[in-house]
């Protein structure tokens, strides 16, 4: 990957640990992560221990990526193999492993995966397909819930 040794820097690490110890106000701060994935590996390398006392990430919801677990994504790439089935999912879900494939890589084989950008899209697929099983992935949160729930 381009550019990865210079974010692996020891001295780039501390020297902006350093800096964000120079800005931060004495009162204290909490600043929410939405990437689940970005939290763990926060935590993971230790760079939380690098931060000031008060200074807060709180994990937040997480994206639908983060908060899927691999069964479900195992499922919908069952579904996707069943014949006169199209699955509909938002576009970040393509690239989600299961456990042995993912819905881009059946996309690949031929299965009907397709992108939507709305829950609505998916009424209109299921309208102009009446012969097939509709599967609408509907995944997310405080973002997608509303036009979900308002779909329904």
């Known amino acids: 990957m381009k550019y990865i040794d210079e974010f692996r820097s020891k001295k780039a690490v501390s020297h902006t640990s350093q800096k964000i110890f120079e800005i931060m106000p004495k009162k204290i701060i909490r600043i929410m992560e939405v990437c689940g994935t970005h939290t763990q590996s926060f935590h993971r390398f230790g760079l939380d221990r690098l931060l000031p006392e008060n200074l807060y990430l709180i994990a937040g919801p997480g994206c639908p990526v983060c908060v899927s677990d691999q069964d479900y994504i195992d499922r919908a790439i ?3 193999k069943q014949k006169n089935t ?3 999912t938002f576009g970040d879900m393509l690239s989600v492993p ?3 494939s993912s819905l ?7 299965s009907d995966v397709r992108i939507v950008y709305s829950a609505w ?3 209109r697929i299921a309208e ?6 509709i599967v609408f992935l509907a995944l997310g949160f405080e973002t997608t819930d509303p036009t979900l729930a308002l779909t329904l």
Not at 104 to 110: F, I, L, P, T, W
Not at 128 to 133: D, E, F, H, Y
């Open 78 to 80: 069952q579904l996707s």
């Open 86 to 88: 199209i699955i509909l």
């Open 98 to 100: 299961g456990t042995y």
């Open 104 to 110: 881009q890589k059946q996309r690949a084989e031929g």
């Open 121 to 123: 899209d998916s009424l």
């Open 128 to 133: 102009r397909n009446p012969k097939n099983l």
